[in-house]
């Protein structure tokens, strides 16, 4: 618990005040079976990440779901700091929406943090009947004590951005969110900002179209998002959508964590740009443009360019510092944002990714390097893939990464995750001057699951983190 008094609610009552929270010791992973050609279901993994205990850096417990070819991808909680003052509410419950068959499961976390055991499922009918929508992303808990969960689609796999209610206790479908015809064209993830009466919604693609990988015709065709949605709070309705330039599949969104706060950042994957959106003095929204990552002239590879392909992005506590992956290019970086129209990069470091030296891709053209960088080797393990999940130590001074984006573009861009599985890298984090630096004593290698190679993706702690919870 955060803090002294013994009748708060579940988190923390500022964004400064988790920064002093204990230190993590466990975190909760989904990893992913679909498109990997092994016929098992996908499952929570509880891995054990402090430095003192004997299991340092192993998976200490499987959880299977009851379903093959789910797709397991982001998770949520059952409430979080937005419920601070309400001392009825524990996080106790992890939510885990399937991004393809549009299952739900609500995880037990509470009984025995380090042995996590199914409490719910919600099957897809649940969704498709009472909301007309599937394939779940994001899950967010509301200060109501709901849990809100967008998707990507409708139940026939078009695209649609709406967004799911549950009961926080029950789980029991409860409708959409959004007004009836009100939802977004595309969708993706979000992130609300009660204080001033505002969600900003992201969009990727409809499920059909991303479904069995990357089409680059699918991006002619404009069949990938481009926009962000800005939402009234109160009024559960659009009215601002933002055309971004250079902002081809906007992903991950994140406001400012102070709650006051009337910005935020958005990483567009395709375009391989950090948006800053903000409030103007009329109320309106407006976006522009604050980091572009330049592209790669190359050869051996399945387009004459290559983008980054941002994929994640973190903002720390204290709003000081952003982090982001280039999935492709192999690299992280940390930016200070204490001026967020122009971030300065104070850290950068390299972790696999798909033009290291050795490899099939040639650079032909770089901005950026003078010569490709080195393939990683941790305890012994060439890293397959390139970084991609990340999440940040509540005190901002460790980073954990994992390699998986999602099963079919996985397949796709590096079919060595496939057959090897993905891994689990932590760095550490120079929160003063800057600065990224590989901790060569931890590796998850998730090639050696008793199962066979498995897809690790997002990170959570019991407790929450920056990409969970929201302070109102």
Known sequence: MSTKCGKCGPGYPTPLEAMKGPREEILYLPCIYRNTGIEAPDYLATVDVDPKSPHYSQVIHRLPMPYLKDELHHTGWNTCSSCFGDSTKSRNKLILPSLMSSRLYVVDIGSDPRAPKLHKVIEPSEFHTKCNLGNLHTSHCLASGEVMISAL??????????????????????????????????????????????????????????????????????????????????????????????????????????????????????????????????????????????????????????????????????????????????????????????????????????????????????????????????KGKQVPGGPQMIQLSLDGKRLYVTSSLYSAWDKQFYPDLIREGSTMLQIDVDTVNGGLKLNPNFLVDFGMEPLGPALAHELRYPGGDCSSDIWI
Not at 198 to 204: A, P, R
Not at 231 to 259: A, Y
Not at 296 to 315: R, S
Request: hydrophobic share 35%.
């Open 153 to 378: 689609g409708d139940p026939q796999g078009n695209g649609k951005g709406g967004f799911v209610l549950l009961d926080g206790e029950t789980f029991e479908v409860k409708g959409t969110w959004e007004k009836p015809g009100g939802a977004a064209p595309m969708g993706y993830d979000f992130w609300y900002q009660p204080r001033h009466n505002v969600m900003i919604s992201t969009e990727w693609a409809a499920p059909n179209v991303l479904r069995d990988g990357f089409n680059p015709a699918h991006v002619e065709a404009g069949l990938y998002g481009s926009h962000l949605h800005v939402w009234d709070w109160q009024s559960h309705e659009i009215i601002q959508t933002l055309q971004m330039k250079d902002g081809l599949i906007p992903l991950e969104v994140r406001f400012l964590h102070d709650p006051a706060a009337t910005q935020g950042f958005v990483g567009c994957a395709l375009s391989s740009s950090i948006q800053r959106f903000y409030k103007n003095e009329g109320g309106t929204w407006s976006v522009e443009k604050v980091i572009q990552v330049p592209p790669k002239k190359v050869k051996g590879w399945m387009l004459p360019e290559m983008p980054g392909l941002i994929t994640d992005i973190l903002l720390s506590l204290d709003d000081r510092f952003l982090y982001f992956s280039n999935w492709l290019h192999g690299d992280i970086r940390q930016y200070d944002i204490s001026n967020p129209q122009k971030p300065r990069l104070v850290g950068q470091i390299f972790l696999g990714g798909s033009i290291v030296k050795g490899g099939p891709v040639q650079v032909l053209e770089d901005q950026e390097l003078k010569c490709q960088p080195e393939p990683l080797v941790v």
